[in-house]
């Protein structure tokens, strides 16, 4: 109830930021609304919001370097992921401890797709994307895919916690050790939710599949 409160605060606040920016005829006010949006919008919107804004008022050398610095992020950040990619490589393999404490490779799936979630009860985007992993895993589980969770949790409590709450009924493995897991050191990713598309030869095929990209992919792989 909480949550479904605090998605529905967050949508008035975007539709009202939205409509503002919209209705704006002030360049400045411009600039500090989309400071606002930049923490509540979606990647997508503020993109539109922001390319819009800087075509409504050309003048204005604030948006101008608004968006300038924003692209060469985007840019910088495209070029560190393409760099980090694991698409097209063997999965390493990393072996920890699932909540009764038996160890579980990742290589032991081999034979199967799979798909290498990490997460961890603390973490708001995680917890926001479980119900379409959910989804994934409900649709294919019977077309020789499974998914293995692995989380930076760093109590066994909320996270045992958290498999319960959302639903989550695949195999889970934490070392409990937050950012300093191995999961981390192992597979160099900066941050959480990500995830990793293992074919059943044990290559990855595709990485950080959020949304209906996971359902489409596995579509296409599996049917």
């Known amino acids: 109830e909480l ?14 930021l939205k409509s ?10 411009a600039v500090l609304a989309l400071g606002w949006s930049s923490r509540s919008l979606s990647k997508n919107d503020f993109e539109m919001e922001l390319t819009s804004q800087q075509k409504k008022f050309p003048e204005n050398s604030i948006l101008v370097s608004m968006k300038k610095n924003y692209d060469q992020q985007e840019a910088q950040m495209e070029h560190s992921q393409q760099a980090g990619s694991w698409v097209g490589k063997q999965a390493p393999d990393l072996a920890l401890p699932d909540p009764d404490g ?46 293995l969770g692995v989380s930076l ?41 990500f995830n990793i598309l293992v074919d059943p030869q044990g290559k990855v095929i595709a ?13 296409q792989v599996l049917n």
């Open 153 to 193: 949790d760093k109590q066994k409590d909320p996270w045992q916690q958290a498999i319960q709450q959302d639903r989550l009924a695949w195999t889970h493995v934490s070392d409990l050790k937050y950012w300093n897991s191995k999961a981390v050191e192992t597979f160099k990713f900066e941050g959480i939710p």
């Open 207 to 219: 990485q950080e599949l959020r949304g209906d990209d996971l359902e489409n992919k596995l579509k």
């Open 3 to 16: 949550t479904q409160s605090k998605n529905d605060a967050i949508k008035n606040l975007n539709d009202y």
């Open 102 to 147: 038996k160890t579980i490779a990742l290589s032991s799936f081999r034979g199967k797709w799979l798909l290498v979630d990490f997460w961890a009860s603390w973490c708001g985007p995680c917890r926001m994307e479980n119900p379409n992993v959910v989804k994934a895993f409900n649709e294919f589980k019977n077309k020789n895919f499974t998914i």
């Open 20 to 29: 503002f920016l919209q209705s704006t005829t002030n360049g400045t006010l």
